[in-house]
């Protein structure tokens, strides 16, 4: 099935909280970065890996085609890793996550990339518990790709990824209007200290 969408997972951030590599972290005896490429790919039709330059990435079972990016700015944030994932996507749409949520729902992920068409976004952003998310979310890479870089060439707005966003049409669901599609949130959850990993291998079956 043709879905329109590519699938950006950042793996090259510094992991500076979690202690080590967060995209070989296992968990149940799999890398992390092997639930995310699991969890996404029943909605999207590629996956793009960005990567820090040299970094080592674990050697995943791709359940689709499968490309790499390389963050040329490293240490900018995931500002910078998502304009080199934008470069390398040739969907009209993108769904952005880091590679330590191994719980996205693909319900979630095909439902954002709904609205992005309903609507005619540039962004569709979850407002989870008053916050957005901007690495659980849909871009046009298209539109999005030229003011990442420019904010990034400017270092502006502290390089957070929604003051890039600015200018562009942003579509913000709220928690009502995504709860059907993954009752408890927890495609939101980040294994961001290895604590925080241990908490998601609980809540696995």
Request: with cysteine; net charge neutral.
């Amino acid at each position: 099935m043709n879905h329109g969408i590519d699938a950006i997972i950042l793996a090259g951030g510094r992991s500076t909280r979690f202690g080590r590599d967060k995209a070989s972290a296992p968990l149940r005896g799999r890398p992390l970065l092997q639930w995310v490429a699991d969890a996404v790919a029943p909605a999207v039709d590629r996956l793009i890996i960005v990567h820090a330059p040299g970094q080592a990435l674990p050697a995943i079972d791709a359940p689709l085609p499968l490309d790499f990016a390389a963050d040329e700015t490293p240490g900018l944030g995931p500002l910078a890793g998502l304009a080199a994932g934008f470069a390398v996507s040739s969907a009209g749409l993108a769904f952005a996550c880091s590679c330590d949520a191994p719980l996205i729902a693909a319900a979630l992920v095909s439902r954002l990339a709904a609205i992005a068409r309903e609507t005619g976004a540039d962004v569709v952003r979850p407002r989870i518990g008053g916050f957005p998310q901007p690495l659980v979310a849909v871009y046009r890479p298209a539109s999005c790709l030229a003011p990442f870089r420019a904010a990034l060439a400017a270092r502006s707005g502290g390089l957070r990824i929604v003051a890039a966003c600015e200018g562009l049409r942003v579509v913000e669901p709220s928690d009502a209007d995504l709860a059907p599609f993954d009752p408890g949130f927890r495609s939101f959850l980040n294994a961001n200290t290895p604590e925080r990993l241990a908490e998601i291998d609980r809540l696995l079956p």
